[in-house]
């Protein structure tokens, strides 16, 4: 793609500075890329950020799901929510020339356009998944977005009507050393898939669906599905394996959800999980994100609800597994939130381990939105990047992510290439994805593995 020089522009670096930056343009005067100017904090390396927008699918307004693929390389969807009929297509970072490839458009490789009169295939909601052995991501697609004649959409109200229900999850399975589609299949009749989980030593996909929150299994060999049972209201956003091949996430009570393939059931821990006790009961308290540790005796998890709780959970260990509250993840100037908080402001999401061992994750940090009232162009929301050392659980700012206006909070996933960088995706003001490129000494070759076999 042919592109413009860059040129200066003036805005915030990371210690809130107004500093120089490089902004890179294409022939049609579109905003593709931007380096970001980092002033390392005390003690902190400096590391060099950059974004990159869906400049080439102007329908894109979110970016659900970042992952790297077995090839050690970076895939991204650019996602449409708010476009009627709109349709997801799969992105990927290249490294030769930095910049993004277009891989696919879903509507297209499952035969369900956008113009049909349904609910379209228009995102793929953490529903990347590597597979090692033969070089294959799967993905799983998801419905928000309302059909092309009609100006919202409602799973509830369409679910009877043929011509307007959503067809339900497309499973892709693309192999990434042909670049090409394998084959696809429906999934989750009627429902889309909110997150997705690969059991690669089984054979086994397992998702979340959406609209109805239960648990999917999906045998990759005999292309066949099973409902294992409801799990409540309030969709986790994400599943996680632990090495007796049970299946975890969490429920709308806050409570942990574990399904055991050798008892076949589901089962609900007896405890609820970390959350502020000054306003809340732990409903609501589900998982967003969760990383494993590159041992594999545990995994970190955010929450997706007002002030979100950073946890570390052992489910290798015991009946139940212990679970450490790490506190509140963003900003905690006013701990009882008397101030009313946009949940899709305070947020914490984009948790990662990269080859230098640490837990990366970005969380929102804002000024003059709700807390007191400030200009727009004086507002301040932005995703911190910050590192966790899982030795002392002592946490540093090392970067900040600023989009095309300058905005960030709200990161959906995290990962980390072959070469060592980070990225992460990004779905406010103008949809893309963001490389953190690590200090050389906190880089090595294939810091990707172990592989994350979530979305």
């Known amino acids: 793609m ?8 003036f805005f915030q670096d990371s210690a809130g500075l107004l500093a120089a930056g490089t902004a890179i343009y294409n022939p049609a005067g579109n905003l593709i890329a931007r380096e970001i100017p980092q002033t390392p904090g005390k003690d902190s390396e400096a590391y060099k950020v950059k974004w990159y927008g869906f400049s080439e699918y102007p329908d894109a307004d979110s970016c659900w799901s970042l992952s790297v693929g077995p090839d050690g390389r970076i895939y ?20 030769d020339k930095d910049g993004l490839d277009y891989l696919l458009s879903v509507d297209q490789v499952v035969d369900d356009p956008g113009d049909s009169g349904r609910a379209p295939q228009c995102k793929i909601h ?45 499973l892709i ?28 030593d089984r054979g086994l996909l397992y998702s ?26 309030v969709n986790a956003q994400a599943l996680f394996l632990d090495r007796r091949h049970r299946v975890w996430t ?27 006790p000054v306003f809340q009961t732990g409903w609501h308290s589900v998982f967003y994100d969760v990383a494993g540790s590159p041992d594999g005796n545990c995994v970190y998890a955010s929450t997706w609800v007002a002030q979100p709780r950073l946890m570390r959970i052992w489910p290798n260990e015991g009946e139940w597994p212990k679970v450490e509250d790490l506190g509140s993840a963003t900003q905690v100037a006013d701990p009882t939130y008397s101030t009313p908080t946009d949940m899709e402001l305070d947020h914490c999401g984009g948790l990662v381990f990269a080859g230098d061992g640490q837990l990366y994750f970005v969380a929102a940090r804002w000024r003059g939105f709700l807390d007191h009232p400030l200009p727009l162009e004086q507002q301040e ?22 989009d095309s206006k300058g905005w960030s909070p709200y990161v959906s996933r995290g990962a980390v290439d072959h070469r060592g960088d980070l990225f992460f995706g990004f779905g406010g003001s103008q949809p893309g994805i963001f490389k953190v490129e690590m200090p050389e000494e906190r880089k090595k070759e294939n810091a990707h593995l172990p592989l994350r076999m979530w979305g």
Request: a neutral charge; hydrophobic letters at 30%.
């Open 76 to 95: 991204a969807a650019a996602d449409v929510e708010r476009v009627p009929g709109g349709g997801a297509k799969v992105v990927r970072y290249n490294e």
């Open 250 to 276: 969490s429920s709308d009570y806050g409570h942990l959800v574990r399904y055991d393939p050798e008892k076949d059931r589901l089962e609900l821990s007896p405890s609820i999980l970390p959350h502020n």
């Open 208 to 233: 979340v669906s959406y609209p109805r929150d239960h648990l999917i299994s999906y045998d990759l060999k005999k292309r066949e599905r099973r409902d294992i049972g409801r799990i409540g209201s």
């Open 173 to 200: 399975a693309f192999d990434t050393k042909t670049d090409e589609v394998k084959w696809w299949d429906t999934m989750i009749p009627k429902e889309g898939s909110r997150c997705l989980l690969h059991d690669e």
């Open 381 to 402: 929301r932005t995703g911190v990047v910050w590192r966790m050392n899982p030795e002392t659980l002592q946490r540093q700012e090392v970067a900040r992510l600023v």
């Open 126 to 170: 953490y529903g990347f998944v590597p597979s090692m052995h033969d070089g294959i991501l799967y993905m799983a697609t998801h419905d928000s977005a309302p059909p092309a004649d009609q100006p919202a959409y409602s799973p509830w109200l369409s679910w009877h009507d043929e011509k307007r229900c959503f067809r339900g999850s497309a």
């Open 2 to 9: 042919a592109r413009q020089l860059g040129r200066r522009e």
